[in-house]
């Protein structure tokens, strides 16, 4: 089956209904060997095109994975980008903040590790965060150190909105291409993958009664979810619901998505002046005798 990139897009505007959008759904592969055929064609067009980006060097490329626990970000990260040279990427994962972090505002941490312009930058989670978790959870908000005329519910989540559509737009301007991506998973995978970590001696250490009481919240982190990726998907940095319970499935469409952004960039290798072919010329000369 060709992927369409677009048939994962979040349109500006959209309001979206995660039920309505499918965690399941027919393969992009025929068998494991396809699989690892496409995923391996993808790879090796990614690595070509990050050398471009890094010679073309009027662009950045963010990466932003989002998703429930066990949604595969980390297996995603891992077989996606297995073949990006790593000397021009960085992957990022934003833990509970610091208490330094907590002195500022809820984007700086983020715009500390954005990349720079020909690298590629990953956020293993990211700033929206804080319009996911803490709007789960508002007692986050008191420790964070806010103004108390700031905290009021009804209207902190839409100004936060405002101010990362503000950012995007900055960074968009600025070279910066960002691809947001949301992990689609349904709640019995979930529970699947939950009992697989149990199971597995090298993985059992990933699970905790923590990541229990947050599968209680499900159907809070799901309004959030469908809230934030409604109010922020827009033309320059759209969201992609990419269907996440087969990840194999996930892998391939996560992977032609960022192909397809790339390949949007129109780039070229840099041609060099006359003055400097005639240099190149005259030491490949001086090499040769």
């Known amino acids: 089956m060709e992927i369409d990139s677009s048939d994962y897009r979040v349109k ?33 067009e990614m690595s070509s095109q990050q050398s471009l980006l890094y010679a073309h060097g009027r662009y950045s490329i963010l990466l932003i994975i989002q998703a429930m626990d066990a949604g595969g970000k980390d297996s995603a990260i891992k077989h996606v980008m297995s073949g990006i040279n790593p000397q021009g990427c960085r992957v990022s994962s934003f833990k509970q903040p610091s208490s330094e972090e907590l002195e500022h505002d809820f ?59 503000d950012f995007e737009a900055h960074l968009h301007r600025s070279g910066t291409r960002i691809i947001k991506v949301y992990l689609h998973l349904s709640q019995e995978e979930q529970t699947k993958r939950f009992i697989s970590r149990i199971d597995d001696p090298e993985k059992n250490w990933k699970f905790s009664q923590d990541d229990i009481e947050e599968r209680k919240l499900w159907k809070y982190y799901r309004k959030a979810y469908e809230a934030c990726l409604s109010a922020t998907s827009t033309k320059n940095a759209p969201w992609f619901i990419i269907p996440a319970d087969d990840k194999m499935n996930a892998r391939l469409i996560l992977s032609k998505i960022i192909l397809d952004n790339f390949k ?20 490949r000369a001086e090499l040769l005798k």
Request: proline residues 6%; aromatic residues 8%; charged residues 30%.
């Open 107 to 165: 984007l700086w941490r983020s715009a500390l590790q954005l990349p720079e312009r020909g690298m590629i930058g990953i956020f293993n989670r990211s700033y929206y965060e804080e319009v996911l978790i803490v709007r789960v959870h508002p007692e986050i908000l008191v420790r964070q150190g806010l103004p108390v005329e700031l905290l009021d519910e009804s209207k902190i989540w839409d100004g936060r909105f405002e101010s990362i559509l």
């Open 12 to 44: 500006p505007g959209e309001k979206v209904k995660l039920h309505k959008r499918a965690t399941l759904t027919n393969p992009c592969y025929h068998s494991k060997e396809d699989y690892d055929d496409i995923l391996r064609s993808h790879i090796q």
């Open 264 to 283: 949007s960039l129109k780039m070229n290798y840099p041609e060099p002046t006359h003055s400097r072919q005639k240099e190149l010329n005259a030491i």
